[in-house]
């Protein structure tokens, strides 16, 4: 049994991208270290007998002083940046829990600490061999450069962390995820073409194979729909996935339904094309992206931050990736096969679930904001410009939720109409416009300060 689906996806470039092994940074760090000890024990022999050019010039004292230092260095410079990256991490919890398994910049910290773990074994190592009568001066030259190159590292890792102990920083780097998954999950074709009906699916008599998540309970992260593609057309097999990919799954939970002759091992093989997580990913969500941001911009206006300058940063992030999905299709996707036949069906979020998860908890904590109301006002005709036909209707939903939630926030006249403007900036653009008119008035905008305002 499949469903039809107003999203076809016949082209791999349109498809989300297949999964990639999560491989641990500790990993990678380790292997680094390694590789320090083991370049720092061989090196040193190699060079007995002979006198590389291009080495520093070192006697048996100041190689022995220089190493000395660079690991004394390195090994001080390791636990201030693990305190730094602690304090930083603690700040980014308090901002929202999910932010930091969200972030991929994160994943490189291990990497980074393998490296400067690496040049401080391997200046022990070296110095170890260090004698009156052999100084190896190509491995104390490279010890050098190994510290030039973990002092690059540590100045770019404070640029990282600058940024990442801002809430607009965090902002830009999820929205920068965001735009890229963005891409890859959802295809550009203009949507009054994507939205055409998709290719015929033909109804399957048989019941189908149900194939359950039999494993540890987690979030579905994402699925391979290329391999589960050629799945399909290999087997003439028609494949139905039931949960979203974000959904939660226990145990046992419904996670596909197989249509055609499928082989017995058809519930492993599937199971083998979809990633279980602990928690969300940006990958192949980019609602988990929308979910982020709102949830920066919902803190910054709960009474304990009362920062709103803060969510107007995270609307502006948030205009610039609904603006994209309003002329991308959405919904549910379809893959066919090159005759046209649907293979893969599955759900994802449509038009309406996006906007209501970027706009409606903002609405409802920051409609006593003035520089917030109007900054979602300024978001909202944004979007009434560019959404197609059959989008404005919820654009101009909202903004008629938007005008009564000012008239009841907003009791003073005066600041009632400020409250009614649109604004950019939230407060404070030469650009606001004062009782913006909507396309589906009469009247056109008026700019910010072209004349009083007419009585209601």
Sequence with gaps: MTTSAPRARPGRGNRPRPLKPRSPGWSTAMAVVALGVVVGLVLPRLEQGHDPSGALNYDAGTAQATLGAIAAGMITLTGFVFTAITLVIQTIQGMSPRLFAALTYFGRFPRLFGIFVATFMYALVVLSQVTSDDVPRLSVTLAVVMTLVSAVLFLRLLVTLRAATTPGGLVRAVSAQMRVAIEQTYPSTPVAAADAPPPAVSPDRDPGVLVRHSEAPGVLQAFDLDRLSRLAESGDLTIRIHPAVGDFLATGTALATVHGKASSGIGAKVGRLVRVGASRTIEQDPAYGVRLIVDIAIRALSPAVNDPTTAVQSLDQLD????????????????????????????????????????????????????????????????????????????HDYLDQLDRLCASSFTDPMQRRRAESADHQGLGSPSSRHRVRRARDSAPAEPDGAGPMPPD
Excluded at 332 to 361: C, H, K, M, N
Aim: glycine share 8%; charged share 20%.
């Design 320 to 395: 610039d990736i609904l603006q994209r999905l309003a002329r991308r299709p959405l919904g549910p996707g379809t893959v066919t096969d090159s005759q046209g036949r649907a293979r893969i069906t599955y759900p994802a979020p449509g038009w309406d679930s996006l906007l209501s998860l970027a706009l409606d908890e903002i609405l409802s904590y920051g409609s006593g904001a003035i520089q917030v109301v109007r900054r979602l006002r300024a978001l909202l005709l944004d979007l009434a410009a560019v959404c197609p036909p059959d989008r404005q209707t919820l654009v």
